[in-house]
T-cell receptor, first 113, second 115 residues
Framework: ELKVEQNPLFLSMQEGKNYTIYCNYSTTSDRLYWYRQDPGKSLESLFVLLSNGAVKQEGRLMASLDTKARLSTLHITAAVHDLSATYFCAVVRAGGTASKLTFGTGTRLQVTL | KAGVTQTPRYLIKTRGQQVTLSCSPISGHRSVSWYQQTPGQGLQFLFEYFSETQRNKGNFPGRFSGRQFSNSRSEMNVSTLELGDSALYLC??????????????FGNGTRLTVT
């Protein structure tokens, strides 16, 4: 059974600071997604990571994938209040259908002024 | 381009009743999948439909069912509702099923409360 763990579960950080969210998964996968969810809202796609060593950046967020370590990271640079949300990683088992995602527990990020 | 549309946004039902939720995918998307989100269990895959056929099913009891129509719209049904079925039900669509690199596009969800 594919298990996906995220840490930390909750992260409170000051504006301007850097931090990293970690996503570990238990079985072989070559596709990993990061999503953002604002309170009461739906999931917004941030990144799709397809291969070992993949790195993608958008604004203050950068995601990477190490398939050998079964680890993805979401790095936040110089956080701003607008980044406050819950972040989920989601993994597709190798050979699995792209629509069957196994989600991590989520990391609730709170950026304080 | 319109996003994934789910109706209704909110529902309150009583234990033992049944409920039907509706999802209209992004135009041109043929795969529709459903997820349940609860504080305790997080986001869990329910099932996926493609070309009116169920392609995958998660670990949910038979009370949870769904279908997809020829225009790719999908419905899910929960019968004999239990308190534990209270959740946010999210529908997602994508262009294709199977292997692909495009992300799922999620709707705003239907929040179901069972009393």
């Amino acid at each position: 059974e594919l298990k996906v763990e995220q840490n930390p579960l909750f992260l409170s950080m000051q504006e301007g600071k850097n931090y990293t969210i970690y996503c570990n998964y238990s079985t072989t996968s070559d596709r990993l997604y990061w999503y953002r969810q604002d309170p009461g809202k739906s999931l917004e796609s941030l990144f799709v990571l397809l291969s070992n060593g993949a790195v993608k950046q958008e604004g203050r967020l950068m995601a990477s994938l190490d398939t050998k370590a079964r680890l993805s990271t979401l790095h936040i640079t110089a956080a701003v209040h607008d980044l406050s949300a819950t972040y989920f990683c989601a993994v597709v088992r190798a050979g699995g259908t792209a629509s069957k995602l196994t989600f991590g527990t989520g990391t609730r990020l709170q950026v304080t002024l | 381009k319109a996003g994934v549309t789910q109706t209704p946004r909110y529902l309150i039902k009583t234990r033992g009743q049944q409920v039907t939720l509706s999802c209209s995918p992004i135009s041109g998307h043929r795969s529709v999948s459903w997820y349940q989100q609860t504080p305790g269990q997080g986001l869990q895959f329910l099932f996926e439909y493609f070309s009116e056929t169920q392609r995958n099913k998660g670990n949910f009891p038979g009370r949870f069912s769904g279908r997809q129509f020829s225009n790719s719209r999908s419905e899910m049904n929960v019968s004999t509702l239990e308190l534990g079925d209270s959740a946010l039900y999210l529908c997602a669509s994508s262009l294709v099923t199977g292997v692909g690199n495009s992300p799922l596009h999620f709707g705003n969800g239907t929040r179901l409360t069972v009393t």
